[in-house]
């Protein structure tokens, strides 16, 4: 779903794009109608975005949502990393971190992911940090994102319910 979704580029057969926003309920219900993964990378109002899908889902009955937000939410990125793109120094974050408490509230099958900044490597060299370990590095490839999104999209229990850091090993 996007609300433009001739951005999407070329989709195979066994996708479809549905175009809307996720804060109109009807084009939400639309698009979550027998789905069994949502992947979530948004921007604006994120808080108010995180609650429409939960409560789309909840409707839906659709329990795995991969949501994105970014590093630094939980102050987790040390001093030898970059520690000023922590919310503490950085509250540009808290929109992330309000929609992932959002999300984290739910009774959805969840993994936020809180990748890095993105670059355009062609690697899929990354480490994943859980919730509560000092975050790792600061940038990770698109491709590396992709990797561990289709990872958890696959299996429902890797990273359930839990907050995961992406960054270039």
């Known amino acids: 779903m996007a609300r433009n979704t001739g951005r999407l580029g070329q989709l195979s057969q066994r996708e479809r794009a549905v175009a809307g926003s996720v804060t109109d309920a009807a084009a939400l219900a639309t698009a979550l109608q027998g789905q069994n993964v949502v992947f979530a990378a948004l921007s604006g109002q994120l808080a108010g975005m995180a609650q429409s899908l939960v409560t789309a889902m909840d ?3 659709v329990k795995r949502l991969l949501f994105i937000a970014s590093m630094g939410i ?3 990125i040390p001093a030898s990393v970059g520690a000023g793109g922590n919310l503490a120094g950085n509250p540009m974050l808290q929109g992330y971190r309000d929609a992932a408490d959002i999300v984290e509230a739910s009774d959805l099958n969840y ?3 809180r990748p890095g900044w993105f670059d355009n490597g062609n690697d899929t060299d990354y ?3 859980k919730k509560g370990e000092p975050f790792g590095g600061h940038d990770v490839s698109r491709k590396s994102i992709a990797d561990l999104v289709m990872r958890l999209a696959h299996d429902e229990t890797l990273g359930s ?3 995961l850091g992406i960054n270039r090993k």
């Open 59 to 61: 409707v839906a009955g």
């Open 74 to 76: 939980y102050n987790e």
């Open 111 to 113: 993994t936020v992911i």
């Open 127 to 129: 480490q994943v940090t």
């Open 161 to 163: 319910r839990d907050s």
